[in-house]
Nanobody
Framework: QVQVVESGGGLVQAGGSLSLSCTAS????????MGWFRQAPGKEREGVSC????????HYGDTVKGRFTISRDIIKNTVNLQMNGLKPEDTAMYYC?????????????????????WGQGTQVTVSS
């Protein structure tokens, strides 16, 4: 049984930092991509960041470039998202997802359509 579990998140003041972690277990392939997505109330889902287990090349959405850093731990099957310089507009539910259909972050990764398994989400709230 595949499980994708996020941890971290919470409430922070603008300019602060938070770290999210995601662990995937039971994936049917050793090669996969993992991504972070977010969705704020009344807004569409947004691709935040993506990294593949095999290649390790990070990808970022335009709104978080230079502030967020994604990393992976191959042994633990975890992906971490370090979020610095947080802004009120970063407030959203953050979801971790895994794709076994691709083992790299394709050009369309940010749509989320290639991701097969999703976590329950963790709330990030940034106060002004």
């Amino acid at each position: 049984q595949v499980q994708v579990v996020e941890s971290g998140g919470g409430l922070v003041q603008a300019g602060g930092s938070l770290s999210l972690s995601c662990t995937a277990s039971g994936l049917p392939s050793v090669n996969y991509a993992m991504g972070w997505f977010r969705q704020a109330p009344g807004k569409e889902r947004e691709g935040v960041s993506c990294i593949s287990r095999k290649f390790g090349l990070p990808h970022y959405g335009d709104t978080v470039k230079g502030r967020f850093t994604i990393s992976r731990d191959i042994i633990k099957n975890t992906v971490n998202l370090q979020m610095n310089g947080l802004k009120p507009e970063d407030t959203a539910m953050y979801y971790c997802a895994a794709s076994v259909r691709v083992d790299f972050c394709s050009g369309s990764w940010s749509s989320g359509n290639l991701f097969d398994y999703w976590g329950q989400g963790t709330q990030v709230t940034v106060s002004s």
